[in-house]
Protein backbone atom coordinates (compact mmCIF):
# COMPACT_ATOMS: atom_id res chain seq x y z
CA UNK A 1 0.00 0.00 0.00
CA UNK A 2 3.04 2.47 0.71
CA UNK A 3 5.06 3.89 -2.63
CA UNK A 4 8.52 2.99 -2.08
CA UNK A 5 9.45 6.88 -1.97
CA UNK A 6 7.52 6.94 1.83
CA UNK A 7 9.09 3.84 3.02
CA UNK A 8 12.46 5.46 2.61
CA UNK A 9 11.02 8.57 3.92
CA UNK A 10 9.90 6.85 6.59
CA UNK A 11 13.21 4.86 7.12
CA UNK A 12 14.72 8.10 7.16
CA UNK A 13 12.46 9.46 10.00
CA UNK A 14 12.92 6.43 12.53
CA UNK A 15 9.08 5.58 11.62
CA UNK A 16 8.57 1.84 12.08
CA UNK A 17 5.93 1.24 9.17
CA UNK A 18 3.95 -1.64 10.96
CA UNK A 19 3.84 0.50 13.84
CA UNK A 20 0.68 2.75 12.92
CA UNK A 21 -1.30 5.10 15.33
CA UNK A 22 -4.13 4.80 13.79
CA UNK A 23 -5.85 3.46 10.76
CA UNK A 24 -9.43 3.28 9.11
CA UNK A 25 -10.74 1.84 6.57
CA UNK A 26 -13.78 3.50 4.88
CA UNK A 27 -14.22 0.24 2.83
CA UNK A 28 -14.32 -0.66 -1.05
CA UNK A 29 -16.25 1.01 -3.99
CA UNK A 30 -15.93 0.76 -7.59
CA UNK A 31 -12.69 2.11 -7.55
CA UNK A 32 -10.82 0.12 -4.36
CA UNK A 33 -10.68 0.14 -1.31
CA UNK A 34 -9.59 3.83 1.44
CA UNK A 35 -7.76 3.69 4.10
CA UNK A 36 -6.79 6.86 6.64
CA UNK A 37 -4.05 6.75 9.18
CA UNK A 38 -1.53 8.12 10.80
CA UNK A 39 2.33 7.33 12.57
CA UNK A 40 4.36 9.54 14.59
CA UNK A 41 7.67 10.66 15.32
CA UNK A 42 9.84 12.84 17.55
CA UNK A 43 10.83 16.09 15.60
CA UNK A 44 9.69 18.89 14.32
CA UNK A 45 8.17 20.77 11.12
CA UNK A 46 10.96 22.72 9.77
CA UNK A 47 9.71 22.86 6.29
CA UNK A 48 6.11 23.18 4.37
CA UNK A 49 3.03 23.81 5.45
CA UNK A 50 1.49 21.88 8.32
CA UNK A 51 -1.66 19.48 6.52
CA UNK A 52 -4.15 20.71 9.00
CA UNK A 53 -5.65 23.71 7.98
CA UNK A 54 -8.18 25.65 9.80
CA UNK A 55 -11.23 26.03 7.89
CA UNK A 56 -13.73 28.45 7.26
CA UNK A 57 -16.31 28.14 10.24
CA UNK A 58 -14.07 26.58 12.73
CA UNK A 59 -11.65 23.31 13.51
CA UNK A 60 -9.54 22.30 10.81
CA UNK A 61 -9.76 20.22 7.61
CA UNK A 62 -7.11 17.92 6.72
CA UNK A 63 -5.43 18.68 3.31
CA UNK A 64 -2.79 15.91 1.86
CA UNK A 65 -0.08 16.32 -0.92
CA UNK A 66 -0.54 13.33 -3.80
CA UNK A 67 2.42 10.96 -4.06
CA UNK A 68 0.85 9.04 -6.83
CA UNK A 69 -2.51 8.43 -7.83
CA UNK A 70 -3.55 6.61 -5.12
CA UNK A 71 -1.60 7.75 -1.97
CA UNK A 72 -1.28 11.46 -0.20
CA UNK A 73 0.62 12.69 2.60
CA UNK A 74 0.49 15.13 4.92
CA UNK A 75 2.52 16.12 8.37
CA UNK A 76 1.10 18.15 10.96
CA UNK A 77 2.44 19.32 14.84
CA UNK A 78 -1.21 19.55 15.84
CA UNK A 79 -1.85 15.82 16.64
CA UNK A 80 -3.31 15.32 20.06
CA UNK A 81 -2.30 11.68 21.30
CA UNK A 82 0.45 9.31 20.37
CA UNK A 83 2.23 6.62 21.52
CA UNK A 84 5.51 8.83 23.10
CA UNK A 85 5.45 9.40 26.86
CA UNK A 86 6.62 13.20 26.25
CA UNK A 87 4.09 14.95 24.23
CA UNK A 88 7.05 17.47 23.34
CA UNK A 89 8.02 17.82 19.45
CA UNK A 90 6.46 15.16 18.33
CA UNK A 91 4.88 14.95 14.33
CA UNK A 92 1.71 13.32 13.21
CA UNK A 93 2.13 11.73 9.85
CA UNK A 94 -1.42 12.13 8.30
CA UNK A 95 -2.05 9.54 5.27
CA UNK A 96 -4.82 8.61 2.72
CA UNK A 97 -3.86 5.08 0.24
CA UNK A 98 -6.47 3.69 -2.21
CA UNK A 99 -5.77 -0.01 -2.92
CA UNK A 100 -7.52 -1.77 -5.90
Known amino acids: MFPDEVK ?6 GVD ?7 T ?3 ADVTGR ?4 EFHFKGRLIEGEDCWVPAKHGGYQVELLP ?3 T ?11 SFFKE ?5 QIEFRAKVS
Open 87 to 91: EKEIV
Open 34 to 37: SFDG
Open 25 to 27: DFG
Open 71 to 81: FKIGFTKMGSQ
Open 17 to 23: IKKNFDV
Open 67 to 69: VND
Open 8 to 13: QLFKQL
